[in-house]
């Protein structure tokens, strides 16, 4: 396979994505925004309530999904988890937007010392992958929901940081900072003003994007038991609990792993056309 001069020269776009798969996402995340804001609604049962005479019975009219060991309803645990499983994947990105942008503008201000010094923290976490750096964070700081949260959020603020840090180095040296520079304004107010709001472009996309892997990640590590202590219904949790049944009541791990997937391709897909149409307007 050759390329062409006019493939070396045109940055590569991202496919079209199909109207009915935006749409189908968009539908899906407003019915879960929905299911997180008024569970009560769409739960039929109480996600903690035990009743061991209907363990591990199969989806039907009483059990929507059926229960899991325990007899707990496993619908009206993936209801209630969703807030859980949402919360962390939210609240960790934000956490990683933050740390990013933070010192990705520090290391694009502060001159060489403080670019190499940033740059190279970001080279060395980002030599992991995320999940992998997460869960030697979270081994140090002990299981929990706040714990889950710091270990994702840190491990990708790199992802941010890089390029807040290379937007920023881009901007500092156009003419209109410079100008700004001319007229005696405080470097704080340029950096605050005119510096922070270009460097920012990407960030929202990459942040819209970023929740559905943060989601994937808290899963993974809420299954090997470093999410929210039992009994809270969190879905990498449930997925954990229902290991050992999937043999005799498949139910009480496949629903819980399709709420995760699901989740996890409608972010994704409604962040890659936030991207689509961010490029379109600037041209890229």
């Known amino acids: 396979m050759t390329l062409s001069l006019t493939d070396l020269r045109e940055p590569r776009r991202l496919p079209r994505l199909p109207r009915w798969e935006v749409t189908l996402s968009f539908g899906f995340l407003g019915l879960l925004a929905v299911v997180v804001a008024v569970p009560g609604l769409v739960a039929p049962h109480d996600p903690l309530l035990t009743d061991f005479g209907r363990a591990l019975s199969p989806p039907g009219a009483e059990n929507l999904l059926g229960t899991d060991g325990l ?5 009206s645990r993936i209801v209630y988890g969703a807030q859980y499983s949402l919360f962390i994947g939210v609240l960790s990105t934000v956490l990683g937007v933050g740390l990013g942008v933070v010192f990705g503008l520090l290391a694009g201000v502060t001159g060489r010392i403080g670019n190499e010094v940033i740059s190279r923290t970001f080279d060395v976490i980002g030599a992991f992958p995320d999940l992998l750096f ?54 704080a107010l340029i950096v605050l003003r005119h510096v922070l709001p270009n460097a ?52 009480a791990g496949v629903f819980p792993g399709l709420a995760i997937t699901l989740t996890a391709i409608a972010v994704t897909v409604v962040g890659r056309h936030f991207q689509r149409s961010f490029e379109r307007r600037s041209g890229r």
């Open 71 to 75: 007899g707990r309803d496993v619908f």
């Open 134 to 187: 997460a869960l030697v964070l979270i081994t140090f700081t002990g299981p929990g929901t706040w714990n889950l949260i710091f270990a994702i959020g840190v491990a990708s603020a790199p992802r941010y940081g890089r390029v807040v840090r290379a937007e920023t180095l881009a901007v500092i040296h156009s003419d209109f900072v410079q100008q700004a520079r001319l007229s005696v304004a405080s470097p």
């Open 200 to 251: 920012l472009g990407t960030v929202p996309v990459l942040a819209t994007l970023g929740v559905g892997g943060a989601i994937l990640g808290a899963a993974g590590l809420s299954f090997l038991g470093f999410g929210p202590a039992q009994p809270i219904p969190e879905w990498g949790s449930m997925l954990s609990e229902a290991r050992g049944d999937l043999r005799v009541a498949w139910w």
